[in-house]
């Protein structure tokens, strides 16, 4: 059964930083792509930044480059996204996904797993 566990998020002034982490189980291979993806209200689903490990790639949506920083855990199946400089814009519930090869971080908010979501609050 797979399962994503995310961590992480909270409240925080504009100009602060947050890590999520999420932890990925019931997949069988390594070379599994993750990502997150956010949602605020009133809004669509927005691709924040992906990894594929076996080709190395990772995507970043423009919105929050320089910024965020996607990285693999040490642990198999791990990602954390580093959020620095946050917005009030950044305000939103994000979603780890996850996704088997063959997969790829162009895909994103069509990857076939997801966590429960963790909120995200940034005030001015």
């Known amino acids: 059964q797979v399962q994503l566990a995310e961590s992480g998020g909270g409240s925080v002034q504009a100009g602060g930083s947050l890590r999520l982490s999420c932890a990925a189980s019931?997949?069988?291979?390594?070379?599994?792509?993750m990502g997150w993806f956010r949602q605020a209200p009133g809004k669509g689903r927005e691709g924040v930044a992906a990894?594929?490990?076996?080709?190395?790639?990772?995507y970043y949506a423009g919105s929050v480059k320089g910024r965020f920083t996607i990285s693999e855990d040490n642990a198999v199946n791990t990602v954390s996204l580093q959020m620095n400089n946050l917005t009030p814009d950044d305000t939103a519930m994000y979603y780890c996904?996850?996704?088997?090869?063959?997969?790829?971080?162009?895909?994103?908010?069509?990857?076939?797993?997801w966590g429960q979501g963790t909120q995200v609050t940034v005030s001015s």
């Open positions: 990894f594929n490990p076996s080709v190395g790639s990772t």
């Open positions: 996904a996850a996704d088997i090869p063959p997969c790829s971080t162009d895909h994103l908010l069509h990857y076939n797993y």
């Open positions: 019931g997949f069988t291979s390594s070379t599994t792509c």
